[in-house]
């Protein structure tokens, strides 16, 4: 089997464009939310001492399976150590191997080398073992360039491994998939910029089409063609049977709604296509009506869309009206297993602003409780 690393960046971008064509997500109400349960102190406690750990994804198989090897999963979570403010964190983040067995969780260090990656930071991805049963692709972003000041420059890469007794290994060199066209998607070196406001082009996921065979990568994205500050859209690009990548249209877009629709991936359940994000209230514009920090989707009855909010309104799961800030970053495995991280938990209403001592002791940096989803159409339940 080819290898499935693109042979070269900037594949040729589709010839027309009509943003028209582009599913808007604008809800217009949060009467119902589905809230997830409270984060105790017993659910912070770290799984590796002395780091902290956030957005994870698992390895999964080609059809979204989470895979098991040797009798243990294996998860990449971002990690960074523990500084005295949490958000100093996004400057040091490395993607981080663990698996997890019966005998809980097993620490595996960085996944990549020292220097492997062509960014100043490791961010978030996704992981994908091939049908081959031994070929993984590691997709991820390359945040800055390495050995340049720190930017919020963003760029694609996928790395090839294998996976042996000891897990996935044996990197080969990065390779960036697409670039960012300016004309649907924001490029921009981005030198300086404030956590919640940058623009995207990152969180690379891996989804292929039953119905078609056909590999697709989903991301975070900007919409290049409004001026609006708040100018969300979840991207696509496709594989083609040599190897390369050709960038797609945007699948969902959030013009005057939201900056940032996190962290997109679909599962494919009973013939419908969920679309998964995770966004926080903070990140919605000022004329939207602003939901709570959770987990958001859209269904489908093909990858092309029309998209359709869950639920009425897109919400599928939020952190508790009196705990806003307790978990995030959601990722729904096939399984329909949710998992997250836990954010800045038993704040029992108090600010970090008021209360800048909370910023490390109630900060949790470590997997949040997983809970799961129940499907029915295009509703999706908490169980």
């Not at 589905?34 to 999964?60: H, K, M, N, R, Y």
Request: a negative charge; proline letters at 9%.
């Amino acid at each position: 089997m080819k290898p499935d690393l693109p042979s070269a960046p900037g594949a040729a971008s589709l010839p027309t464009f009509d943003p028209a064509a582009v599913t808007r997500w604008e809800p217009v109400a949060f009467d119902r939310v589905p809230e997830i349960a409270p984060i105790a102190a017993i659910d912070s406690t770290p799984i590796l001492p002395g780091l902290d750990l956030w957005d994870c994804w698992p390895l999964q198989h080609e059809d979204g399976r989470t895979v098991t090897h040797r009798d243990r999963q294996w998860w990449f979570f971002l990690s960074a150590p523990c500084f005295p403010d949490p958000v100093q964190r996004h400057d040091a983040a490395r993607i981080r191997l663990v698996s997890r067995g019966a005998d809980g969780w097993r620490d595996h260090g960085n996944a990549m080398p020292d220097g492997h990656s062509p960014g100043s930071r490791e961010w978030a991805g996704s992981a994908v073992l091939l049908d081959d049963g031994i070929t993984v692709l590691l997709l991820f972003t390359a945040a800055g360039r390495r050995d340049e000041a720190p930017s919020f420059e963003q760029r694609l890469f996928a790395c090839q491994g294998t996976l042996g007794a000891d897990g996935p290994s044996g990197w080969q060199a990065p390779r960036e998939m697409f670039v960012a066209d300016g004309s649907r998607y924001v490029l921009d070196r981005q030198d300086s910029g404030r956590v919640g406001e940058i623009k995207g082009f990152r969180d690379p996921a891996w989804f292929r089409d039953p119905a078609t065979g056909l590999r697709h990568i989903l991301f975070t994205g900007s919409a290049a063609w409004s001026g609006d500050p708040h100018n969300g859209v979840i991207g696509s690009a496709t594989q083609a049977n040599d190897g390369t990548w050709t960038l797609g249209d945007p699948l969902v877009e959030a013009i005057g709604v939201n900056n940032e629709l996190e962290r997109p991936h679909i599962l494919q359940r009973d013939g419908r296509y969920y679309l998964f994000w995770s966004t926080q209230r903070h990140t919605y514009g000022p004329a939207a009506v602003a939901g709570p920090n959770g987990l958001y989707a859209m269904v489908a009855n093909g990858l092309d869309g029309p998209w359709r909010p869950v639920n009425g309104n897109a919400l599928v799961a939020a952190n508790p009206a009196d705990e806003p800030t307790q978990g995030y970053s959601w990722w729904v495995t096939g399984e329909g297993a949710v998992w997250s991280f836990v954010d800045h938990w038993g704040m029992q209403g108090r600010s970090l602003a008021d209360h800048p001592e909370l910023l490390r002791s109630h900060f949790g940096g470590t997997p949040a409780p997983v809970f799961h989803l129940e499907f029915d159409g295009d509703s999706i339940l908490l169980r």
